[in-house]
């Protein structure tokens, strides 16, 4: 899993480097892709040393995780969708 962070940070920041570089929104959406697999990667691994130390509420903070994660769209600022929310029956 760890490995899978490092590759994934190193391609993402690479791709972004070369999207800039060229002007590549396609490049940079796969920047933004790999960036949000580093994340989601993280997250796991928080919620397995949670889990590891014997906390219980480690399903609700992963789901928040996942969820933060997930939701951000890219209307010029990230912020959460209406619909993202409705998707996961939140407000």
Known sequence: MVVSIVIDLTRS???MRTAKKH??????????????????????????AIVFIGQKIVTGLANLGQLVISCRCDCGTRCFCNCCLRQYQIG
Do not use: P
């Not at 002007?23 to 919620?47: P, Y």
């Open 23 to 48: 002007n590549s929104q396609a490049l940079e959406a796969d920047a933004l892709h790999f960036s949000t697999d580093v994340w989601s990667s993280a997250v796991v691994i928080v919620g397995l």
């Open 13 to 15: 920041r690479v791709l």
